[in-house]
């Protein structure tokens, strides 16, 4: 019977001035090339007067854009941080919904060991289900969200958000707003790839017992999660971002 396999750990197909080249890499750059030839052919479609496909796609757009508005409650950012959004919105979408398919841990090629034991090395693996993806996505997010507060409130009034002596219990809250600020870190990265790698391990152990009928109900709420996981990522480093530019408690 064959055995069942699970590594948390990406094997490393070659290495490219010294970046080790890992499946999810390869799945991660899909999704940009994906996502790049969709908007190259949306782009050439568009018409003055627009088909329903435009119609769908602007009226989705523009939904999007207006929510990021409202949160931000000005047109300005608006404009500044919605293509922040909508990158990572669609990125990590595309990423998770690729990695449903069946051709991940499927494509790839056998190598033979020094003990001349066979192995198999995929050429694609759901890049949110390896944390490098989703930290790499984390550290995007919170180097924004912090500049942002820099650029808008500048450095010595954002930096009173989290350093204030007017208190003992002033300076012990602008602490924790520190420690929940590079907390952010975590939760953002370890929330996106707990999901996705324990959705897509609960797949490949279903599918390996019961490989036919049973899997799609689970594949199709995989769906549902991938879209989820993507809407809340963005969602937060909106609200974040949201939060940086905000004037500090208790000044206007």
């Given at each position: ?14 290495e490219i001035?010294?970046?080790p080249?890992t ?24 018409r ?8 769908v796609?602007?009226?989705l ?20 941080y ?5 990158t990572i ?23 033979v060991g020094?003990?001349?034991?066979r192995s ?12 490098n ?9 919170f ?8 650029v ?26 520190l ?20 959705g897509?391990?609960?797949i ?9 009928l049973l ?14 996981q ?9 609200f ?10 208790g000044?206007?």
């Amino acid at each position: 019977m064959e055995e069942l396999h699970i590594s948390l750990a990406q094997p490393h197909l070659t290495e490219i001035f010294g970046l080790p080249i890992t499946p999810t890499l390869l799945s991660s750059w899909l999704v940009v090339v994906t996502l790049l030839v969709a908007a190259f052919f949306i782009g050439r479609h568009l018409r003055l007067v627009p088909g329903k496909l435009q119609v769908v796609v602007e009226g989705l757009i523009e939904g999007v854009y207006t929510y990021v508005r409202e949160a931000l409650e000005s047109d300005s950012l608006a404009k500044r941080y919605f293509p922040l959004i909508i990158t990572i919105f669609l990125f990590i979408l595309r990423g998770n919904w690729m990695g449903l398919l069946p051709f991940n841990e499927v494509i790839g090629f056998e190598t033979v060991g020094h003990d001349g034991e066979r192995s198999f090395l995929p050429l694609f693996y759901p890049a949110n289900a390896d944390l490098n993806i989703p930290l790499a996505l984390a550290i995007i997010s919170f180097l924004t969200i912090e500049l942002s507060g820099v650029v808008y409130l500048g450095v010595l009034k954002y930096g009173g958000k989290f350093v204030n002596f007017k208190s003992p219990m002033d300076f012990a809250v602008g602490l924790l707003e520190l420690i929940g600020n590079f907390a952010r870190l975590i939760s953002l990265s370890f929330r996106l790839f707990g999901n996705i790698l324990a959705g897509h391990l609960l797949i490949v152990v279903i599918m390996f017992f019961v490989p036919y009928l049973l899997p799609l109900p689970f594949i199709a709420f995989e769906v549902f999660v991938g879209f989820m996981q993507a809407a809340i990522f963005a969602m937060l480093t909106l609200f974040f971002i949201k939060l940086a530019v905000s004037e500090p408690h208790g000044e206007h």
